[in-house]
């Protein structure tokens, strides 16, 4: 009798993980300079900005699991993944296109500019879920074993840093050159193209045909009684945050509170991303003589610590040497996520006997995008608390309000977040990479 990785195709690590270049690079450059282009460029009330994270967090927490559900019961000839991937990509990236693309006669009107952002924030985040909890399915279901998990997320998260120096690091440089508007669709392209190379190459599994449909309200009940679905949640979620209101809030805290050009969110970025690929090669190779928990708890510490020096950095240099240290937590925690996850999947599997990856992985993705709801909290109090309006009005004191969204929102999160990893375990706790 063929087992089931004999039936299985075997998928390239370096190929799937590519492809996490073409999934970051439309969404961190979506959600890192969405603050700083409608709200300090188009000149939206910072107020209206955080109604628009918070109506899309409670719509992002039901599209997800609806997705993965669609996703786990879908039956085709070309797999249960693909199908959804080749629809919903080529949509997301004109969804993104269109979002920095904004019509004068929007731009004129603030009521119409708070609807046009509102619209297309949820058309581009819903896609993006789409596309996400697809491709994240994948990565259990494709790769069954610790070491290959290892490699291929090591692959991944690489790709993923890479992601974000480009459109994070540099999008300042390159929209300050040909504008927002032309730099998300050369983003988009090279995305999609990324984004195809990479699920035309995935090999699913082909012998589905009678593994039990998973459903609805079942498989939520399941993993919402399952502790350790709660715990990773909750913690990545607080990570989520943290590192969302870091992408956002470094622009802000460039040009208000080190008074300085944007050119130097690029280096201030660049050399942070730069040191955080750094750190995943290096935990790649602890992580063969390290249990992940220890790494994962690591990385979450360093990264909570960190925001109390930050708080108080007066210059570019401080500011980016603490980042740099920053760095090699951030690594730690990109490179076991996934990992963790996969692992929250086999002990699904194993409680349960019904396979559910694209469940799994949308609901994770739900916890995590309730980020969204801490992250709207953060703006608004800065908001009230400093004034800070938008770039035409910032308030008498957005130094400060740009140091409320960088450290001490991030490091509230990442403190508590730091708690709940040491209430997770598994039964191979010493669990090697």
Sequence with gaps: MKTTDSLQKKTSSFRYGFGMLGTSIPINMFKSFAAIFYVDMLGLDMKKYSLVLLIYTFVDAVDNPVYGFLSDRTRTKWGRRRPWLMIGTPLMVLSFILFFNVPAVVQSEKGMLFIYMLLMYIMTGTLDSLMNANYGALFPEIFTTDEQRAKTNGFRQVFQLIAMAISIAMTPIVAKAIGYNLTSLIYGVVALAVMLYCFLGCKERMDYEDDIKPKLFGSIFDLLTNSKFWIFGIANALYSAAFALISQAIPFYVKYTLKLGSGMTTVMLGVVLGVAVIGILIWSVVLKKVAVMKIWRIGFIIMAVGFIPLYFATSLAVAIAIECIMGFGVAGCLITMDCISAKIVDDDFERHGIKREGMISSLVGVMN?????????????????????????????????????????PAIAMIIASVFTFLLHFKDEKFHG
Excluded at 370 to 399: C, K, Q, W
């Design 369 to 409: 995008r309730l980020n969204g709801l801490f992250t709207s909290l953060a703006f608004y109090v800065t908001s009230e608390a400093f004034g800070f309006v938008n770039g035409d009005n910032p308030g008498d004191n957005p130094g400060a309000a740009a140091k409320m969204l960088l450290c001490v929102f």
